[in-house]
């Protein structure tokens, strides 16, 4: 197994293990990114690629603000048996936080990222096969579920299973005089009365998936899904100039594979 070394500014924390990879401190430029969606998005160099002798790992770390997740994406492999579809894949999430066991909160992010992936994904082109998608919690300082969504897209980006569409999300809060802040940090969110995240598909920007706390009124449903719907733009255009970035960088290294 290739093992690579990932890190990003604003994520200070020392050596980890997550399965065969290594997070560490040490600066590995050649493998991070980061989404600022408030202002302009600030673009870094292409996600990671790890391959194994038996199968293919596609890991993708993404940072928004102080927020970090890892994701990995194995697949499509072999199946169990008793979770086998003979008409598509058997698409699997797995959350694991920073610190301790999966609580019922992290089923519920668990739940999301499945069914967002797996109505993304071509999956009846893998009939009979797993695609399992593990997300890693490394620090949340707020737009974690935001963070997670965009981290297994881009981790699914890298892995080249074929999609329908890409999904971006965008998370927002409601203060106590009613303004509505696009990809609030932790702080901020104490002094929230709501909190909404939506996930959009990259095509027409429908609602792929919602998950909202607190109380709220149909007109600030609203403006919130406008301004998240506007700010999942940026998202859609980092991923585009993330996959430009590959693509140049294959050809630099692989001149004569070019046609």
Sequence with gaps: MVIREHTAPGFNRPAENFGNHVI???TMNEFYTIIDIRHNVTLQHPVALLRSDFEFCFDAVCVQRDTAVVTAVFGPAEVKPQRILI?????????RPKTGLPRVHDKMRETLIRNTCSTALLVTLHPRTSISIIVQEMQDSGGLLACAVNAACL?????GIAMKFLVAAVSCMIDHEDNILIDPNSKQLKGSKASLTFVFDSIKKN????????RFTQLQYEESLLKCRNGSDKIFS???EIVRK???EHD???PTCRT
Excluded at 207 to 214: D, L, P, R
């Design 24 to 26: 560490s401190q040490k």
């Design 207 to 214: 609602i792929m998936a919602c998950h909202t706390t607190g």
């Design 246 to 248: 590959v693509h140049q």
């Design 87 to 95: 008409d598509k894949a058997s698409v699997e999430a797995l959350y």
């Design 238 to 240: 980092f991923y585009r």
């Design 155 to 159: 981790a699914l980006i890298n892995s």
């Design 252 to 254: 630099r290294m692989s």
